[in-house]
């Protein structure tokens, strides 16, 4: 059962354009979400997250937008860098005494020169 | 700070065999997860604790796997016996709180041969 959901295993982009990935979950009682960069050989990095109670949250390059109503988030990244080529995981946290985060399955992003 | 301490790095073994794995978490965090990932997938939580105490473990394979937080802060995960499909990236991640991102380790990649 897969809660989170990341239905691009990949997505190609251009050096200084932008990057959309997108995450759905099915759980309404998740209530904080994250998204984790991974290199390989090394462990997820937390990158930015959203409470339920925003529908946007902006670090720098990276902007992550919650439709609550769709159970829909995104990763906006602009511009996008070479050394952003990772994969993104979604990952969601639920109002439950455990706390413990539910991930997508990742999504490669390769930023081409 | 120092970051979360995981090791061996890699582990190969033959399947039946046994295998451990260790983890120190990012001092004064109170809550440590054991994720599995296994190859294309997205980490699953195999078990949570808060100090020594266990929130989770709901999703561990408890007729082969084991794991301890003794004095609440390092923890080891062991299993016993392997199975080919337990190959996969370990994972160990701490967090001081709800609603706080976790931070990862670098992981252990068992092999079971």
């Known amino acids: 059962d897969q809660q989170v959901k990341q239905n691009s295993p990949s997505l190609s982009v251009q050096e200084g354009r932008i990057s959309i990935l997108n995450c759905d979950y099915t759980n309404s009682m998740f209530d904080y979400f994250l998204w984790y960069k991974k290199y390989p050989a090394e462990g997820p990095t937390f990158l930015i997250s959203?409470?339920?109670?925003?529908d946007k949250n902006e670090d720098g390059r990276f902007t992550v937008f919650l439709n609550k109503s769709a159970k829909h988030l995104s990763l906006h990244i602009v511009p996008s860098q070479p050394g952003d080529s990772a994969v993104y995981f979604c990952a969601a946290m639920g109002q439950t005494g455990a706390n413990n985060l539910f991930f997508g399955t990742g999504t490669r992003l390769t930023v081409i020169p | 700070e120092a970051g979360v301490a995981q090791s061996p790095r890699y582990k190969i073994i033959e399947k039946r065999q046994s295998v451990a794995f260790w983890c120190n978490p990012i001092s004064g965090h109170a809550t440590l997860y054991w994720y599995q990932q296994i190859l294309g997938q997205g980490p699953k939580l195999l078990i949570q604790?808060?100090?020594?105490?266990?929130?989770?473990d709901s999703q561990l394979p408890k007729d082969r796997f084991s794991a301890e937080r003794l004095k609440g802060v390092d923890s080891t995960l062991k299993i016993q016996p392997a199975k080919l499909e337990d190959s996969a990236v370990y994972l160990c991640?701490?967090?001081?709180?709800?609603?706080?991102?976790?931070?990862f380790g670098s992981g252990t990649r068992l092999t079971v041969v």
């Open positions: 604790f808060q100090n020594n105490g266990v929130v989770d």
């Open positions: 991640a701490s967090s001081p709180g709800h609603n706080y991102g976790y931070t």
């Open positions: 959203i409470s339920s109670i925003k």
